[in-house]
């Protein structure tokens, strides 16, 4: 996909779908709905769909600009959480025998196994996420101001160094066997909404012809927020020169900044211009980290999550014991399809 094709895709006149890759598996939100497929060892895709009532809907002031941002960022984490989990069982991974550690966690705390092992690794990734995105940076900010650097340079290296840790992390992950798989499956949501985006049928082939870099992902939108809390940090806070202050300041203010950033990916993502597309590029470019090239059968899963989310299960499809549709094509998933009942076999 060329450069001027992509610079075409990224103003999309068509209703907003989002997406979150999942190991072996992709989910698709579209305005009322969402869906996750994965493909199990046999070959098959399980789906599952799911309505919801977007927050906004319910009261119009969580719709306005910059709270939509937090309430967003909220409501993805949520979301995103939910969807690891739900997409584990759906594979298999939740077959797994737990620690002793996870197992004595359950019965002290009464929840299952698999709400535990997921509780885990919830706390572990905010712990890591807080660790390295704020803890550290803040801590070379104060040691700066501590030797003598003025709070300008020493706020602009605390950015930098933050997003260069996001860098080394990103590529750190991709030499993961199975989270470049995920990255794969990431490229083909990508390629996936963007067919939808431009009106052509949900086909593996039309997919494939698109990039996998797309201006509303999450990553664009992390680099976004580090800019943005590194500018706010010029002006607020800059004689703050207590480690933990200044931590707890960044803390504080995220919610401020996610709102921020959430309308400016917004913006960049529905307007075009040689400025626009300038200040796109550094988030399209980080996407190639966290978005590598499908094959078929992975852009076959994520088209199934598109049909699914915005039509709805097929009729009659055959279950699995735990209740999830069974597909092999995602023909199989197209609007209107409706497999025979079993009294029509």
Request: proline fraction near 6%; charge should be positive.
């Amino acid at each position: 996909m060329s450069d001027k094709n992509l610079k075409k895709q990224a103003a999309c006149p068509r209703v907003d779908i989002g997406g979150q890759a999942v190991m072996e598996g992709v989910m698709m939100k579209a305005p009322d709905a969402i869906a996750i497929t994965v493909r199990r060892p046999d070959g098959s895709m399980v789906v599952k769909r799911q309505e919801y009532t977007p927050a906004a809907r319910k009261h119009k002031w969580l719709g306005w600009p910059i709270i939509r941002g937090v309430v967003n960022m909220g409501s993805m984490l949520g979301m995103g959480m939910k969807t690891l989990e739900e997409s584990t069982k759906m594979l298999g991974v939740m077959d797994e025998e737990p620690t002793k550690f996870e197992k004595w966690l359950a019965q002290k705390l009464g929840k299952g196994i698999d709400k535990v092992v997921m509780a885990v690794a919830v706390v572990l990734a905010v712990l890591l996420s807080v660790g390295l995105f704020i803890l550290i940076p803040s801590a070379v900010e104060t040691g700066l101001m501590a030797i003598g650097v003025t709070g300008t340079p020493a706020t602009l290296i605390g950015g930098i160094v933050k997003i260069l840790i996001l860098i080394g992390y990103m590529i750190f992950c991709g030499f993961v066997p199975d989270v470049r798989r995920t990255f794969q499956y990431h490229g083909a949501e990508h390629k996936t909404v963007y067919c939808n985006e431009n009106g052509l049928p949900l086909t593996p082939e039309n997919a494939a012809q698109f990039t996998t870099l797309h201006p509303r992902c999450g990553t664009a939108f992390l680099l976004i927020v580090f800019v943005i809390s590194m500018l706010l940090f010029l002006v607020v806070g800059r004689g703050i020169n207590v480690w933990i202050w200044r931590f707890l300041l960044h803390l504080a203010l995220l919610p401020v900044v996610a709102g921020v950033s959430y309308e400016i990916l917004k913006g960049l993502a529905h307007a075009d211009g040689p400025v626009i597309r300038a200040l796109r590029w550094p988030g399209l470019q980080m996407q190639r980290l966290t978005t590598k090239q499908p094959d078929e059968k992975m852009l076959e899963v994520a088209i199934v999550s598109m049909n699914v989310a915005l039509h709805g299960l097929p009729e009659n499809a055959p279950k699995t014991e735990d209740g999830y549709t069974i597909l092999h094509s995602y023909k199989e998933s197209e609007k209107g399809y409706r497999f025979p009942a079993e009294n029509e076999a």
